[in-house]
């Protein structure tokens, strides 16, 4: 660890700062390592460490203030956090594996704590450009991996191949969108820019069929054309938008014929959302996951309907099986665990439930007040990266709450990604507080 000594006070430098993007790095090409070079499984709780490592120094170091503060979506996250105590002891719930429950779903608040307290401005202004890297590396990826023979949920991209990294893809996949799309609305990028990337997403979503993209990219649209000043630029995308949907469906169906036009114009798409369940064997569907969980379990228990059966008490672990709880074992065939939304809510209730969404709904009018602030306060390119960066934070947060519903990927590695996004209203609000003047 590099230490300097300034005005008689030592202060960690660059490195924990370094941490933080290490921790995103890694998050990201770690599962290609794992999956295509050989490197054992178990470097995925390097994540942990990691985290563990920068929340400790933001404690004991009085960085917490900072984020204090900040004031960004704390008493949400106060609030969820009580919830689940008070949860722990109606049911008289296992400590073991309450600690591994709140592992699961308080990891990415002690990451998103961390970002907001340890970056600062110029972290901001490189995100952008680094992930666009990224994606790049990611699109020859998934060409390498569907050459190699493999498809549908088994393409991640930098984040593997094993079954279900395609949802960690589809996050990236929003983020990217939401890049393009607003620099493409804040006029930094040119339609052919635009074209090339959002064809390009709609290739990576064809062969790893993920559909809800479909859904998600006009939403992005939306969400950018409401936060930009009105342009022809907007008639365009619309255009533009509709056009590349009906791309994406025949790419969709050229890789997977059940997936084709017919699938979205015929009743299939409801028998596919609808009461018969993910794989058509009687577990839960995506939409009504939660009140089939009410109906089967909580349904007559006022302190259950409330806090859930108790974090970690419907958790699991593929590498540890002692956190591997009864509930779990005994439904696990409901695929419960497949859908982010149903597992908060069987654990902590309509209040945990309400909490965790109403974090990103935090995120995004945060985003907006932000954005509002940087046009009266700046001009300009920076005026520009600021907004759009900003941007991204509050679409990506929208886009969360329609995943959390289609599948589980906020509950694995993947919600690293989104929450080192989220960061980055606090960090440009804490910049503009300071009345900092920033040599671009």
Known sequence: MIIEKRDNSLYFHKNIKSLVWFQLYWLMFYGVLRDLVGVPGYVAYMLDLFNIILIAYVIFNGKMIKYRNSRVGLWIILSFFCSTVIGLIAVDGSPILYIWGFRNVFRYYAYFISCTVLLDISDVLEIIPKLKKIYIINFFICLVEFGLGYSGDNIGGIFGTQSGCNGYLNLFLIVVSAIYVTEYLEKKIGLMRIMLAIVSCFFLMAIAELKVYLFELPIIILIGMINAKFSFRKIIIIMFGV????????MLGHFFESSGLDFFTSDAISKYMGDSGYTNTGDLSRMNAVSQLYEKFLRGNFWGSLFGIGLGNASYSAAF??????????YQALHYQWFTDAIVFIETGTVGLVL????????????????????????????????????????????????????????????????FIFAIPAIVDAFMKGNVCYDK
Request: net charge positive.
């Open 243 to 250: 056009c590349g949907i009906a791309i994406g469906i025949s």
């Open 321 to 330: 099986s002692f956190f591997n709880s009864r509930f779990y074992l005994l």
């Open 356 to 419: 965790y969404e109403l974090f990103f709904l935090r995120v995004f009018t945060y985003s907006r007040k932000i954005n509002k602030r940087i046009a009266s306060e700046y001009s300009g390119e920076f005026s520009q990266q600021l907004r759009c960066v900003v941007q991204v934070a509050g679409i990506t947060a929208v886009l969360c709450v329609v995943n959390s519903v289609y599948n589980s990927a906020l509950n694995m590695d993947a919600g690293y990604m989104v929450y």
